[in-house]
């Protein structure tokens, strides 16, 4: 009998292949002449095929070295950059924002101590052609303050800052245009998300809007699992009312956007470091968590790259210590044998799987690979 494949039947192979469950692998750097030191609240970027990483916080110790982490050899390397003008590097600090543009990876912002309120509205270029920092400066008297726990995305050509905490709190969103080299604070319309600090934000694939996810107020520390969109155009904020497996509230999560959907990895609530993730279907407005392997420990303030299609993620802050573990998951396409098993647990059910082969006759390690990874 010839099964017909209808919208629905399509849908639900869709659905198989998201469900495949994916395993963190841990990146043996043991080859590695040195590797990061634990660290939380630091930034990662994608430039070309290396993952740049930059600041963080080890304890109290708060850190300016810079990382290049090659997603081809998966080997780190420690980076030796400085202004070769001043001989100026940027200050240690953690909670800052990373972003690129061109050849150039731009850090804002951060906490540079211990006190809530030390922070740096300094912006900083570093060119990783040269490894050359470069403190950027402007004749303009619109200037965003200094914070941490803030966002920055990337979207036509310009930076967009959001959130965060400092000498105050802001929800006003800032644009740098690059070109430029100039800030501007733009009016915006409709309902602003709350105040917040320590959320995560992403950009949609089609540069047009960003999507903000979650932190905490600064204010009256209320914990947030809201989600906002922001038309970098129209400069409109719109609510979003969402369904299916809507995470709990957090902060200090880790995210990307790839393939249409917003992945958020982690967190922590006010009772606990959270392990659990989740991806966002901005064409069904609907929440999944998502079935992950691996021996990932709950954390907060890690950071998560996505290049090509891997997801690499480092650090954090986990219950017991700061980490500096390096974790990589494929969201290639999945294969044959795995769609299958998908398929197989889905109409049949696990606990059916072994007789089911027995009626067909089919060996009995096909089945245990089928409930191995259930």
Known sequence: MIETYTAASCRAARMA????????????????????????????????????????????????DVWDYDFNTRRWRMVKAIDCTSGDTPSPCAGHTAVVSGACMWVFGGQRSASGDDCSGDLWSLDVSTNEWQRLRTSSQDWPAARKGHTAVVAGGQMLIFGGSGAVNDRSVWFYDFSRKRWALKATTGPRPSSRLYHVAEVTGDQRTMLVFGGRNPSNDQ????????????????????????????????????????????????????GDSYEFDVTTNTWRRLSMEGTLQPCTRPTTVVHQNRITI?????????????????????????????????????????????????????????????
């Not at 906002?228 to 969402?242: E, G, L, M, N």
């Not at 809507?246 to 249409?260: D, W």
Request: hydrophobic share 35%; net charge negative; with cysteine.
């Open 17 to 64: 292949h998201r469900n495949i469950r994916r395993p963190w692998t841990m990146v043996d750097v043991n080859k590695c002449e040195s590797v990061p030191c634990p660290r939380f609240g630091h930034t990662a970027v994608v430039v070309n095929n290396s993952m740049v990483l930059f600041g963080g916080r080890e304890a109290a110790a708060y850190l300016n």
């Open 223 to 274: 914990f947030y699992n809201d989600l906002h969109a922001f038309d970098v155009q129209s400069a409109c904020w719109r609510s979003i009312t969402c369904s299916g497996d809507i995470p709990s509230s957090r902060m200090c999560s880790a995210s990307v956007f790839h393939n249409g959907v917003l992945c958020v990895f982690f967190g922590g609530s006010p009772e606990e470091y959270l």
């Open 314 to 374: 480092f650090g954090g802050c986990s219950e017991q210590s700061c980490l500096n573990d390096t974790l990589e998951m494929d969201f290639e396409a999945p294969t044959l044998r795995e769609l299958c098993r998908e398929w197989l647990l889905q109409r049949v059910g696990r606990p059916n799987i072994h007789e089911l082969c027995q009626q067909s006759g089919v060996c009995s390690s096909v089945a245990s690979y089928i409930v191995a990874r259930d």
